[in-house]
């Protein structure tokens, strides 16, 4: 999911008074949308699980959990020709953290918005993308539907009072920040060359270079490595808020270096010789659409039809010697269904998992013991005309702004084709996981703050380059994450790292990004594609 110290009460309220100073700002509805905060807290409700069953069903395959694991699951047993099946899924639509939501007419991402170009050890997800024609060989090499690529220009920073192209701060740096930039690349290239940095992690050998890099939080192997140069040290910290929900002193050093050598690398400004991957001409491509990842989400729970179940409260798995009991309450019915099949794919959390499990196998115990989340919280709000602009770089799909706690805006309208200037939906990303910017109960402050609060610190932070949003904004729609990705903390690839492309125990196999130490599309899609083709 994408989407960065501290932008005071006084600065927030100055700018929305520069904003409304000629007149008193409109009103700006909204809410809370898109997670039922109550049905998720329902699984923990004692009497909810005491419930005798109103209704037994029978299935070969139980699914729990419909986000891009289960999906990806439910898709993998389709093209093994198994059709007996049901996926149960806690919320109303599928998706999990990869939903779209529409807003004013807008369609517009609830969850993570784009897709990277999968590299060669990412195969499964390169194959859904050949299926739903998103990729094609022509001329004996892949290239992807521009249509779907994102349109250029991609990413700005407003930073010293003006819109830079690209995130990392370059307006009048200095030598020593420069050369900082430099000696960190290479760096991140000299690493690329000594270890296998593999999307999803479940292709590369955890390897006692690895597990070193593991030990340590990203910050000390900075502060090691002598990286302290301050705008560097903020490009970094935003990257891990933006890819981990947490910053630089909380994640692994292996988790800060794999997001760049798993990938495009790191490159300085002006320097053209790059890294390893340079090669590669699509390195820094993205797919994204207007309702983000909810795009790719769709068209896999599109040929699933009866089989999938929304509005499922997943209460108990129990493995028995003759099969699996999965009981779910029904929020529509109200009444718990029990499903017996012969075997249960898990596509949830791991701290869900091992709460409905029944007597969870040890793998299961570890993980949840050892796994911490980072809440999230995605606001989208409604514009009704275009947003003056400051000097500097244009409008670009993504829009930062340095030293804030939010991770800046995407704009929905960005891929349409209609270059005409009109309202749009931009949609602001806040992790609240532990960092320099948040240090206490990200998800209490998640669950008990009202949602105008949320309103206002968007408003505040995006008035510094646009003092004209709060009168153009109309609406704001908030979507609440208070488990949305877990954290790779130093320590977890250590602790998870060993369990090789298929994690089950008996009748059970456990499908979820938690498995990797980290949530992004690849590593949910590959272990539910594993889960569901194991069955075949």
């Known amino acids: 999911m994408r989407r960065r110290g501290f932008l005071g009460v006084a600065a927030g309220a100055g700018a929305l008074a520069l904003a409304g100073c000629e007149a008193p700002p409109p009103v700006i509805e909204g809410g809370f949308t898109g997670i039922d905060v109550a049905r998720g807290h329902a699984m923990r409700d004692a009497t909810l699980k005491s419930q005798a069953p109103a209704t037994v069903k029978r299935t070969r395959v139980v699914i729990a959990g419909g986000g891009v694991a289960g999906l990806a699951a439910a898709r993998a047993l389709r093209l093994a020709g198994i059709d007996d099946f049901a996926l149960l899924e ?154 981990y929900g947490a910053g630089i002193a909380q994640v692994s050093a292996w988790a800060g270096i794999h997001y760049f050598a798993s990938r495009h690398g790191f490159h300085a400004p002006g320097d053209a010789s790059g890294s390893v991957n340079d090669t590669n001409p699509d390195r820094d491509g993205v797919l994204t659409w207007p309702e983000g990842n909810g795009w ?30 999965v009981d779910a309450w029904d929020a529509a019915s109200k ?8 075997c249960c794919i898990v596509a949830l959390p791991v701290f869900i998992a091992a709460r409905v499990v029944e007597n969870p196998p040890s793998l299961l115990a570890s993980a949840a013991a050892h796994v911490r989340y980072a809440p999230w ?86 008035s510094v380059p646009h003092p004209d949003l709060p009168a153009l904004a109309t609406r704001v729609e908030i979507t609440r994450y208070g488990h949305a990705m877990s954290i790779p903390r130093p320590g977890l690839l250590a602790q998870i790292g060993a369990h090789g492309d298929r994690v089950a125990a008996g009748r059970l196999s456990f499908a979820h990004a938690d ?20 069955l075949a």
């Open 335 to 342: 009444s718990m269904v029990r499903w017996q099949a012969e």
């Open 377 to 462: 919280l995605v606001a989208n709000v409604r514009l009704r005309g275009p947003l003056a602009d400051r000097v500097g770089a244009a409008p670009s799909w993504d829009n930062v702004i340095y030293g804030t706690r939010g991770l800046g805006y995407v704009d929905a309208r960005h891929q349409t084709l209609d270059p005409t200037p009109r309202g749009t939906v931009l949609s602001w990303y806040r992790p609240l996981g532990p960092s320099g910017y948040d240090t206490g109960d990200g998800r209490q402050l998640l669950l008990e703050r009202p949602w105008t609060a949320w309103r206002d610190e968007l408003l505040a932070e995006l």
């Open 90 to 243: 806690l919320e109303d639509t599928a998706g999990g953290n990869a939903r779209g939501g529409v807003v004013g007419g807008i369609a517009c991402p609830l969850g993570a918005h784009y897709l990277p170009t999968p590299g060669d050890d990412a195969h499964e997800v390169q194959d859904l993308l050949e299926e739903l024609g998103l990729r094609r060989r022509v001329a004996g090499r892949w290239t992807y539907d521009e249509r779907h690529l994102c349109h250029s220009p991609q990413e700005r920073l407003f930073f010293r009072g003006e819109w830079q192209d690209g995130l990392l701060p370059v307006h009048d740096v200095g030598a020593g920040t420069q050369a900082q930039y430099r000696r960190f690349a290479q760096r991140i290239d000299a690493l690329q060359h000594a270890a296998h940095f593999a999307i999803p992690t479940l292709r590369f050998a955890v390897t006692p270079e690895l597990l070193a890099l593991d030990a340590l939080p990203f910050a000390g192997w900075l502060d090691r490595e002598g990286f302290d140069d301050a705008h560097l040290r903020w490009y970094l910290d935003y990257c891990c808020r933006d890819d």
């Open 515 to 534: 498995w990797s130490g980290y949530s992004i599309f690849e590593e949910a899609f590959t272990r539910g594609h594993i889960a569901g083709a194991s």
């Open 296 to 325: 790719l989400t769709k068209q896999l729970a599109a040929p699933l039809g009866e089989r999938l179940h929304t509005g499922q409260v997943v209460t108990r798995i129990a493995e028995g010697r003759a099969g699996v009991e």
